[in-house]
């Protein structure tokens, strides 16, 4: 069985994939820590001071980056900007070259 050189296309689609991915998993865990600081402040609603406490300055702000953050990340998943990693960027680049990819 011959052995095939990678074409450079998939190299760089390679590449591609792991950044989208590595954003997409940075959210992902940010979403999970900040869920469950937001649930410890949560289950404290009458033991702390109202600063911390749900619905306080910092829990709302919490949620509020937490928002903001989500809405920058997918922002930048759908990005069509030359020069830019995206998801739709590399969904569209793999469209456009279907030949690269094989089964085999």
Request: glycine content about 8%; aromatic content about 6%; hydrophobic content about 40%.
């Amino acid at each position: 069985m011959a052995v095939h050189p990678t074409p450079a296309l998939v190299t760089q689609w390679k590449a591609e994939y792991n950044a989208v991915r590595g954003e997409l998993l940075d959210l992902l865990i940010t979403r999970t820590i900040l869920g469950g600081t937001i649930r410890v402040l949560e289950r404290r609603r009458g033991k702390c001071h109202p600063i911390a406490c749900y619905g306080g300055f910092v829990h709302d702000s919490l949620r509020r980056s937490y928002a903001t953050y989500g809405a920058v990340a997918v922002r930048r998943m759908v990005d069509t900007d030359k020069g830019t990693v995206s998801l739709k960027r590399l969904l569209i680049s793999i469209r456009d070259h279907p030949g690269v990819l094989t089964r085999a």
